[in-house]
Nanobody, 127 residues
């Protein structure tokens, strides 16, 4: 059974950092492009970052560029999102995902329910 579990969310002050982790089971992550998405209250889900396989090429949303960094450890079936210089507008539920068709990162808007998704982790940036 495929399962993705996020960890590392929480409350952080503006300018602070958090590292999200995603632990996968039921499939081998090295065959997938892996991503992070987020959804703020009242907003649509949006792509944040993606990392391809096997070359680990990365793609970022404009809002994440220069502040967030995605990485993967296929030996552990895990991937990560390092978030620095956090802003209140980064407050959202963050979801990890694995693209079911392509090993290269597809455009964020093409990811759908056919892909594998975690249940989400809350990140709150507030003073």
């Amino acid at each position: 059974q495929v399962q993705l579990v996020e960890s590392g969310g929480g409350l952080v002050q503006p300018g602070g950092s958090l590292r999200l982790s995603c632990t996968a089971s039921g499939f081998s992550s090295d065959y997938y492009a892996l991503g992070w998405f987020r959804q703020a209250p009242g907003e649509a889900r949006e792509g944040v970052a993606c990392i391809s396989s096997p070359d680990s090429r990365t793609t970022y949303a404009a809002s994440a560029m220069g502040r967030f960094s995605i990485s993967r450890d296929d030996a552990k079936n895990m991937w990560y999102l390092q978030m620095d210089s956090l802003k209140p507008e980064d407050t959202a539920v963050y979801f990890c995902a694995a693209e079911h068709l392509y090993r290269q990162c597809a455009p964020f808007h093409t990811w759908d329910d056919n892909d594998h998704w975690g249940k989400g982790a809350q990140v709150t940036v507030s003073s």
